[in-house]
């Protein structure tokens, strides 16, 4: 048992429980604009659904905030060594040009419960909460465009995803960005069969 499951409730992200919680800061500037700005938004354009935990004892308290999309993974135009290490899992008869995936579009925890071990948690659930019976679509993968630096890039390995590029400069050619440009993300990935 960890934190969230402990002392939380986990609750759709409505414009109305915006209204009645506390301000979140989980201390990037995008993140928080997202969820206290544009998350609302975002679900009416059908883009992604946002979830957030609250505390049982102080449902006013917003302790993180996550946000799932459909998405999927495309191998056919994926380097061939990239290509062979990303399907390697799978049975030939079933290699597709892509897969089915669940993005992580955004992620965040609020500063005042940082080390806890909240992210983490949070990862575990959304890992076991994809792959429900319930659930009306399947995925084979869990995917997020992480930030690009060694703090974010560490917790997401951590958590068991890897790069699906081997590198920046891969990753930079295949998405047609200039080697001089700044990487902001990197695409990540973890196969839910690993569960």
């Not at 969820?35 to 946002?50: I, N, P, R």
Request: glycine share 8%; hydrophobic share 35%.
């Amino acid at each position: 048992m960890g934190f969230l499951s402990n002392n939380c409730k986990i609750f759709p992200h409505t414009g109305e429980m915006l209204k009645q919680s506390r301000t979140f800061s989980c201390g990037d500037g995008d993140l928080d604009d997202f969820f206290l700005h544009d998350a609302v938004k975002y679900e009416q354009q059908l883009l992604g659904k946002s979830y957030c935990y609250r505390l049982d004892s102080d449902n006013s308290i917003v302790v993180c905030f996550f946000t799932l999309s459909n998405s999927s993974v495309e191998v056919r135009t994926l380097p061939n060594n990239r290509k062979r290490k990303f399907t390697e899992n799978i049975p030939y008869e079933k290699n597709l040009s892509s897969y089915p995936a669940t993005l992580i579009g955004r992620l965040g925890v609020d500063k005042e419960f940082g080390g806890k071990g909240i992210g983490t948690e949070l990862i575990k659930y959304i890992k076991q909460w994809v792959l429900l019976p319930g659930n009306i679509t399947a995925c084979r993968y869990l995917t997020v465009d992480a930030y690009n630096n060694e703090v974010t890039l560490k917790f997401y390995e951590a958590n068991g995803f890897g790069t699906l590029f081997s590198s920046d400069k891969q990753e930079k050619e295949h998405v047609g960005l200039p080697q001089e440009k700044e990487l902001r993300t990197r695409l990540m990935y973890f196969d839910l069969m690993l569960i």
